[in-house]
């Protein structure tokens, strides 16, 4: 049984979306599938206002959350699946194709998590940026010849689907999943206060050079939503880190 | 088992559309999902041309085959799905959601038939004239204080979910499996050295009472067996707390 799937425990996310008709089709798809919540993250202003006044805007589009970074918008959330093709990348998370996305999804939400469903600028999509805070990568199954799909359809396409399991339940594995026994997961805000203590640390240490530090922050980043700590272990992480931070820092004179 | 649902035998049916946008955005969807046989009825003929004439716009759309009725549209189909919702209408016929359309239609494919699927123009979708012609009436589940969808989006969540029970599965990027990203998962033997590094990291920042080591000692064991990084992970954790351990205990003259 596909645990219940909760419409206001999910946030769409749209990173720096350009085209206002697109701003409204994905809210407009929202409304149609019966979820509200839209954050945007660094739109164009521009654009963005004009979406946002445009006549027949949904509600949920003037009550949407603006932020500046994509980590302020899914730092409540956890379990964060980014969208996109794989056709120009090496995906550096597990990839699921859309049909599948209903039961993590479901999974977070039975375990008092939020999600987000990530979907990028229009040109390029996701960057590899932006996909390491995405614990998975979903795939919308199309055409090798025509992958690319657009923004507002996309968007169309993943929330029917999860729509689609909403209230009906789907026959899965039983058994208590890990998530069960380990409790609820991490938000991805606190993943990030775990990478910047162990970036501090490592610094305070000497255990990495400055020059490698954008490529060890990126790979901490997904080294930690690959290993998926519950809130209760990453406390402890924190409260360890913090410790040794400290000592490295002021050790006590001997 | 669902009998076999070939795309080359479905035929997508716009009656009126207006916006070339919309028009564009439905064959950019059928490009998507993998189905390339468009009929467009009774067109306005400016918004007509500059669907066809705009920059990447799929061949299929070039190739559209262009009629004056619907009827003429639907003659060799055996199956005639008409979109839509029912707020404002009677159904004369038999009404299915649109989860439920994959059987139908391959019931119709397997049968030697042709099957068309049929959207309406974007204000009023299709009259009850135009649904005279159709077997079925296929609605998307949508909510119902916002039920009617754009054009485009409409057809790509149609496309979606016949194209998820399709025969041929589309050409797409294969992904590597989860293993392949994450790597082979880590003997239980180098978790043990992961371990024993942290407790002795722990000692040395004066984290954990020596009172409380065993206790620790267990669930750090059953924490590391819980996050299950893999054996690339593991080296570096190793690496990482090598030197840690190295700073705390022999911290470099000031």
Known sequence: MLPP????????????????????????????????RLTVVAPYAPH???AKSAVGAPGLLKNARQVATLAEAVAACTLVAGTGTLTHRKPEQRVIQLPELALPVSDSIAAAGRVALVFGPE????????LSFCHLLVEIPTDARQPSMNLGQA?????????AHASQPLPTT???SP????????ASGTLDRIATLIEETSLAAGYSPRTMQDANR?????????????????????GFFRRVLRQLTHPPTR
């Open 174 to 176: 039983p058994g208590p």
């Open 123 to 130: 040109k390029h999509g996701l960057t590899r940026e932006d």
């Open 48 to 50: 963005w206002r004009e």
């Open 218 to 238: 990126h790979d901490l980043r997904l080294l930690l939503r690959r290993l998926g700590p519950s809130e209760r272990d990453s406390r402890r992480i924190l």
């Open 155 to 163: 968007a169309a396409v993943c929330l029917y689907e999860l729509a």
């Open 179 to 186: 998530k069960t026994i380990s409790g609820t997961q991490t």
């Open 5 to 36: 799937l909760q419409r206001d425990q999910i946030d769409v996310v749209l990173v720096s979306p350009r085209n206002p008709l697109n701003i409204g089709a994905v809210a407009r798809a929202m409304a149609n599938f019966g979820f509200d």
